[in-house]
T-cell receptor, first 117, second 113 residues
Framework: GAVVSQHPSRVICKSGTSVKIECRSL??????MFWYRQFPKQSLMLMAT?????????EQGVEKDKFLINHASLTLSTLTVTSAHPEDSSFYIC?????????????FGPGTRLTVL | AQSVAQPEDQVNVAEGNPLTVKCTYS??????LFWYVQYPNRGLQFLLK??????LVKGSYGFEAEFNKSQTSFHLKKPSALVSDSALYFC???????????FGTGTRLKVLA
């Protein structure tokens, strides 16, 4: 149980285009999902907390107009990188929390590698 | 500021020997502490967590961790390392009253055959 999927696993796009990454909780409902960014050989940086049915909460320094987050259902959150530039190239990981289980840990997706040319 | 520290960028250990990956924390309240493992180009896999109770926590794949409040540490251990344990290990803490994790910088474990 507690599987989180991400799609696509990797994407290459041209500078200036927008890219959408999906994060799904497959066998549980998640009122809260998290989006992280990981640079090579570095730790995970929390970008935003995605709340079902409401606006995402962004961490300091993360541009909300550039990284659009939508959490329309209890099993799906999407991250759209708008007008992508090469500096947006990174490994993006989502996680989800099963809100029905107290003290539960976050379950992580397999990640999406974004390369912007 | 709250933080989780992993003082070693890399740990090398011979196969069959015991391994320790260090983690110390500065997290408010009664923190929840976690260990995750990451293989190349993959997401994080949960290994174990400490919430309350016994200081020694047993997790997946033979790993365990000891919560030490006085030393604010949560070191990951395994009695006998396998080559397949070679990966990137992250320690994370969750302060009371929030769902956010604070991650350490990661420790790369290399188990040598």
């Amino acid at each position: 149980g507690a599987v989180v999927s991400q799609h696509p696993s990797r994407v290459i796009c041209k500078s200036g285009t927008s890219v959408k990454i999906e994060c799904r909780s497959l066998d549980f409902q998640a009122t809260t999902m998290f989006w992280y960014r990981q640079f090579p050989k570095q730790s995970l940086m929390l970008m935003a907390t995605s709340n079902e049915g409401s606006k995402a909460t962004y961490e300091q320094g993360v541009e909300k107009d550039k990284f659009l987050i939508n959490h329309a259902s209890l099993t799906l959150s999407t991250l759209t990188v708008t007008s992508a530039h090469p500096e947006d190239s990174s490994f993006y990981i989502c996680s989800a929390r099963d809100h029905t289980v107290i003290d539960n840990e976050q379950f992580f997706g397999p990640g999406t590698r974004l390369t912007v040319l | 500021a709250q933080s989780v520290a992993q003082p070693e960028d890399q740990v090398n250990v011979a196969e069959g020997n015991p391994l320790t990956v260090k983690c110390t924390y500065s997290v408010s309240g009664n923190p929840y502490l976690f260990w995750y493992v990451q293989y190349p180009n993959r997401g994080l896999q949960f290994l174990l967590k400490y919430i309350t109770g016994d200081n020694l926590v047993k997790g997946s794949y033979g790993f365990e961790a000891e919560f030490n409040k006085s030393q604010t540490s949560f070191h990951l251990k395994k009695p006998s390392a396998l080559v397949s344990d070679s990966a990137l290990y992250f320690c994370a803490g969750k302060p009371s009253g929030t769902y956010k994790y604070i991650f350490g910088t990661g420790t790369r474990l290399k188990v040598l055959a």
